[in-house]
């Protein structure tokens, strides 16, 4: 029997609150192994500063296909047929106020690639480990155009003052 594919962990320590944090992209699949098209952005949170102990796991619909109250980015089975996104290669990067995941969104079935995609959590939300929590997408960036490819969320230490210790570009 195969069960879920998860793919691509990474971790952070988030020194404001003492929390690990880990991230990656679960795929839902059947007990065959073909996948089912539902796929989500996974973080899990220690309940405190001690790894070894409880954590707390988020799971946010991410296939983008305008199910489990996602948007529809219009991904495809094959190119022209509708289907679902799929998340790759997730980062974790945070700041005073935010962690932000981002990750890079194909056709899990097609050939398409859409664009970059940020998923932003509070800080203060996700240290209090409450049952569910918000989460504020900012969809399918671009530049000039051109879709946003492996975007890579900074870390402000802290401490951090400019913009009220909001990760920023000094560009």
Known sequence: MI???VIDPVCLYDPDHQRFMVVLTTLGSLPNGDFTGKNTIDLAVSNTGNPLGTWTIYHVPAQNDGTDG?????CTVDGVVHGPC???YP???QDANGVYVTSNEYDLFGPGFNAAQVFAFSKVQLAA???SINMT???NLAVDGSPGF???PANSPPGSTPANGTAR???
């Open 129 to 131: 480990h409450p049952a």
């Open 91 to 93: 980062h974790i990067g």
């Open 137 to 139: 997408p900012i969809e």
């Open 70 to 74: 996602t948007p529809d980015h219009g």
């Open 3 to 5: 069960g879920p594919q």
């Open 169 to 171: 570009s000094t560009r």
């Open 86 to 88: 799929f998340q790759d």
């Open 150 to 152: 492996t975007v890579w």
